[in-house]
Nanobody, 127 residues
Framework: QVQLVESGGGLVQAGGSLRLSCAAS????????MGWFRQAPGKEREFVAA????????FYTDSAKGRFTISRDNAKNTVYLQMNSLKPEDTAVYYC????????????????????WGQGTQVTVSS
């Protein structure tokens, strides 16, 4: 089982940027796809972005395209989410997840396709 720890959240004004990090330990990080999800109060957890096990492909939800960038550093066992041009509707707790199976693609858009989650990091965007 992998352990995941997110960091980098905070309070930012609309139009600002944040970079989230997710540090992994406990299994071979480089063999698994990674994803970011978010959950706003009263809403279900939703997919934001994912990256394949080797970093060769990425996939984003429509609202994140052009504003967010997911990346990974397998040497540091860390996945990142660079978020630019933030909007109030981006306010949520952001979670990183580790793919259920080895050699996963970036098309892991369902929470059930991940078997481990971090504790989350709060992102608040003020208008």
């Amino acid at each position: 089982q992998v352990q995941l720890v997110e960091s980098g959240g905070g309070l930012v004004q609309a139009g600002g940027s944040l970079r989230l990090s997710c540090a992994a330990s406990g299994r071979t990080f480089s063999l698994y796809a990674m994803g970011w999800f978010r959950q706003a109060p009263g809403k279900e957890r939703e997919f934001v972005a994912a990256i394949s096990w080797d970093g060769g492909s990425t996939f984003y939800t429509d609202s994140a395209k052009g504003r967010f960038t997911i990346s990974r550093d397998n040497a540091k066992n860390t996945v990142y989410l660079q978020m630019n041009s933030l909007k109030p509707e981006d306010t949520a707790v952001y979670y990183c997840g580790s793919g259920l199976r080895k050699y996963g693609s970036s098309r892991l858009t369902y929470a059930s396709e991940y078997d481990s989650w971090g504790q989350g990091t709060q992102v608040t965007v003020s208008s």
